[in-house]
């Protein structure tokens, strides 16, 4: 595995965004030829087995879509999904980390580090 990009993510949306909940990865590097990623996820003093988040892509004066929702810790997922491709060099970033367990914001910040699969 190689890894892709890591951010750090609030456990909610950053002040004045409704979805947003870390900045963009800094860097987005995905090897030729990569089919699949994997969204691994470390906390500190939150249940990692309640978290969900999305992935979204930052388009300029446009509207962000959802490339992947509800991810889970150690997820694996397409490089070509539903709602877009990822590609190396874009601009994506965390929103709307939810707890499944009380349907509420998680609270805790996290680290996702992406690594192709």
């Known amino acids: 595995m190689s890894t892709v990009g890591t951010v750090t993510s609030q456990g909610q949306p950053q002040k004045g965004q409704t979805q947003r909940s870390s900045n963009n990865f800094p860097n987005f590097d995905i090897p030729s030829g990569t089919s699949n990623l994997e ?3 470390s906390v500190q003093g939150g249940d990692i087995n309640s ?3 999305d992935v979204m892509q930052d388009v300029s004066l446009g509207h962000d879509p ?5 991810v889970a810790a150690g997820e694996t997922a397409p490089v070509k999904t539903g709602g877009g491709t990822f590609e190396s060099g874009g601009s994506y970033y965390i ?3 939810k707890d499944i367990s009380t349907g509420g914001w998680y609270g ?3 680290t996702v580090t992406v690594e192709t699969a």
């Open 39 to 41: 969204w691994s996820v």
């Open 51 to 53: 978290l969900r988040f």
């Open 66 to 70: 959802t490339l992947l929702s509800n």
């Open 95 to 97: 929103a709307n980390p």
């Open 108 to 110: 805790d910040s996290f």
